[in-house]
C-alpha cells in the first residue's frame, strides 16, 4: 500500500542540494501558468512548489491542497513568513476536494499518484476543478530502478496516466523530462 512522505521529513522536499527536491523555476517554465490564474497544487507538501507558484501567479491565487494538515501548516507558516498573501489552505481527502467544479486555470500533480491508495479516484478528482481548456502538470517518477523515490510498484508510467486521463477526457499536451528519475506530463482538458 502506498505511503504518504512524512511531515517530519519535510525538509528533504525544500533542499535544493537532496535528491527529493524538484526545481521549482524548471516546473513554471514547463507549464502554460499566467500570472493571474487560480492554480491548484494537489498533494503541496511543505509547499516547494506552491510557494514559487504564489509568487508567479501575483494576480492569481494558489490552492496549496494536501491530506495533511501538518504540511498545510507548514504551506501556511513559510507563506506567512514570504508575506505571500494568495496562497489558501485546502484539507483534502483522496477521494473528495473541496473545491467547486471547474474553479481552476492549472494543477500541478507533484508526485503525488504514486502514494495514493486509488490513484485514478484522484486523477478524476482533480480534474473535475479545471475549467474546460485548462492544463494539469503530473510529475512522477519514471517506472524503472532509481537510486532514490518510491517502490517501483507504486510508480506510474507516462503511457499509463495518458490512458487514464483520455478516459476522464482529457489529451495529452507534451512529455518531459524533469529530472534523470522524473517526467513532467502536461495535460489539456
Known amino acids: 500500500m502506498p505511503t504518504k512522505f512524512p511531515v517530519a521529513r519535510s525538509s528533504e522536499l525544500l533542499n535544493p542540494s537532496l535528491d527529493g527536491s524538484l526545481d521549482a523555476q524548471r516546473i513554471i517554465s514547463l507549464v502554460p501558468v499566467r500570472p493571474h490564474e487560480l492554480i491548484g497544487d494537489i498533494g503541496a507538501g511543505p509547499g516547494a512548489l506552491a510557494i514559487p507558484f504564489a509568487k508567479y501567479t501575483f494576480d492569481g491565487k ?3 491542497i494536501d491530506v495533511q494538515k501538518g504540511m498545510l501548516e507548514l504551506v501556511g507558516k513559510r507563506a506567512s513568513e514570504l508575506n505571500l498573501g494568495n496562497i489558501e489552505l485546502v484539507v483534502s ?3 473528495k476536494i473541496p473545491l467547486e467544479d ?3 486555470d492549472g494543477e500541478i500533480l507533484a508526485c503525488v499518484l504514486n502514494e495514493a491508495t486509488r490513484p485514478k479516484s484522484l486523477l478524476k478528482e482533480s480534474l473535475r476543478l479545471l475549467r474546460k481548456g485548462g492544463w494539469a502538470a503530473v510529475i512522477e517518477w ?3 530502478e532509481t537510486e532514490h523515490g518510491p517502490p517501483l510498484k507504486s510508480r506510474l508510467s507516462p503511457e499509463e496516466i495518458v ?3 483520455a478516459g476522464l477526457g482529457l489529451r495529452k499536451e507534451s512529455l518531459r523530462s ?3 528519475d522524473r517526467y513532467l506530463l502536461l495535460l489539456r482538458k
Open 62 to 64: 494558489v490552492f496549496a
Open 93 to 95: 481527502t483522496e477521494s
Open 102 to 104: 471547474g474553479v481552476l
Open 142 to 144: 519514471h517506472k524503472r
Open 163 to 165: 490512458e487514464i486521463a
Open 178 to 180: 524533469v529530472q534523470d
